[in-house]
Each structure stands twice: as structure tokens, then as C-alpha cells.
């Protein structure tokens, strides 16, 4: 089974740039999570989808970040303009919500905005 | 108060000890819990589940306290493969599928 899929695996871009990071979650996962990993912060809860619906997206740092689930097979997260301060490893993670979501995890973005 | 709180460690212990971690959530109405692992440079995996009051899979243990909210994990012989950083994720309430990390408890595991 292919796990979940996150292109790309590095991005480095200049400042004020366009970043757009893509991810395929699991094939029958309904459920799909961005977080952003530092070391100072840990792994943070961006925004989560339900049935490609958002659900909760107070995690989203500010206007500048945005994602979409278009349908069930792809997700995107967009930052328009990056900052250094958004350089980070961000992970798409799925799962099956049957009362209980158990997440399985892409392999991540390393982000690093110079 | 965070929402999940653990001890980062890092715990140093030698091969074939017995060690265990806390990890301490605020939201009450929680009922689904995980324990992730994740290596350095690497994504989290899931390690465990827990529905009940525990959960057991060979050497490791997890055993839930819903009065007192705190999971803990123990790994009992420990390898040296088992050196990582180890996340506790309880569920939202509801089981609503928000899954928030705890910062992680680092473990390493010595010859």
C-alpha cells in the first residue's frame, strides 16, 4: 500500500516567494492533517479536514497560509508571501475517523525560507 | 496549561532497563490516545493506541488514568534500536479527529 505522498521533500525559496506544498493522503482516509514541525514549537496542529471539508483551522498562523482539499486524493498548503520564520518541516498526515483516528504520516517538506 | 504535556527528557538508560514515561492532557472529554515515535529526521509512526485503560504489544505498555489525566508508556528491555523521541496525541473530545502532539520525550538507549 502507498503511504501518504508529500512533494516536494525539499523547498528552499527567497523571501516573498510563492511556497505551494502538495500531498496525496491514503487511498479511503478521510480524515487529513497539516502540522509544522520546529524545534522550538514541536509538532503543531495547522488545519484538519473532514471529508475534505476544513474543520479546524485555528492552528493557521496567520492570512499568509491557506490549504485546500480539492477532493479526497490531494490536499495543498500555500504560503504567500514566505518568511524566514516559516522555515520548518511541515507533515500531511491521514486517517480513518471511526470514532478514533489513527494518523499515518507523509515523510514531509523541509521548508527553509532564506 | 498545554494541552499535552511531557517530560523531554533526554532519558539515558542502558540496554535491557525498564523505562516509562508520562504524559499529562487537559481536555477531559478525550477518549482516544496514541503513543508516536519518531526517529531523528523522520516522520512520527504510530506506536500505540489506547481506548480502555491500557493497552500492551510486546515490550511496550501503555496504561491510561482518566481521574488523574495521564498516560503513561513503559518500555521494559530496552534495545538500542528503541532510542527516539517518543509523542503522546490524545484524541479531541468527541473523537472529533484533532489529534494535538505532546513536545515528545527523548529517549536514548545505551550499550
Known amino acids: 500500500d502507498a503511504g501518504v505522498i508529500q512533494s516536494p521533500r525539499h523547498e528552499v525559496t527567497e523571501m516573498g516567494q510563492e511556497v505551494t506544498l502538495r500531498c496525496k493522503p491514503i487511498?479511503?482516509?478521510?480524515?487529513l492533517f497539516w502540522y509544522r514541525q520546529t524545534m522550538m514549537r514541536g509538532l503543531e496542529l495547522l488545519i484538519y479536514?473532514?471529508?475534505?471539508?476544513?474543520?479546524?483551522d485555528s492552528g493557521m498562523p496567520e492570512d499568509r497560509f491557506s490549504a485546500k482539499m480539492p477532493n479526497a486524493s490531494f490536499s495543498t498548503l500555500k504560503i504567500q508571501p514566505s518568511e524566514p520564520r516559516d522555515s520548518a518541516v511541515y507533515f500531511c498526515?491521514?486517517?480513518?475517523?471511526?470514532?478514533?483516528?489513527?494518523?499515518?504520516f507523509g515523510q514531509g517538506t523541509r521548508l527553509t525560507v532564506v | 496549561r498545554k494541552e499535552v504535556e511531557q517530560d523531554p527528557g533526554p532519558f539515558n538508560v542502558p540496554e535491557g532497563a525498564t523505562v516509562a514515561f508520562n504524559c499529562t492532557y487537559s481536555?477531559?472529554?478525550?477518549?482516544?490516545f496514541f503513543w508516536y515515535r519518531q526517529d531523528c529526521r523522520k516522520e512520527p509512526k504510530l506506536l500505540m493506541s489506547?481506548?480502555?485503560s491500557g493497552n500492551e504489544d510486546g515490550r511496550f505498555t501503555a496504561q491510561l488514568n482518566r481521574a488523574s489525566q495521564y498516560i503513561s508508556l513503559l518500555i521494559r528491555d530496552s534495545k538500542l534500536s528503541d532510542s527516539a523521541t517518543y509523542l503522546c496525541?490524545?484524541?479531541?473530545?468527541?473523537?472529533?479527529?484533532?489529534?494535538?502532539f505532546g513536545q515528545g520525550t527523548t529517549l536514548q538507549v545505551k550499550p
Open positions: 498526515a491521514s486517517g480513518r475517523n471511526r470514532g478514533h483516528t489513527e494518523a499515518f
Open positions: 487511498s479511503g482516509h478521510n480524515s
Open positions: 479536514f473532514n471529508n475534505n471539508v476544513p474543520i479546524d
Open positions: 481536555n477531559s472529554a478525550s477518549q482516544s
Open positions: 489506547v481506548y480502555s
Open positions: 496525541v490524545p484524541e479531541g473530545s468527541g473523537n472529533t479527529g484533532k489529534l494535538i
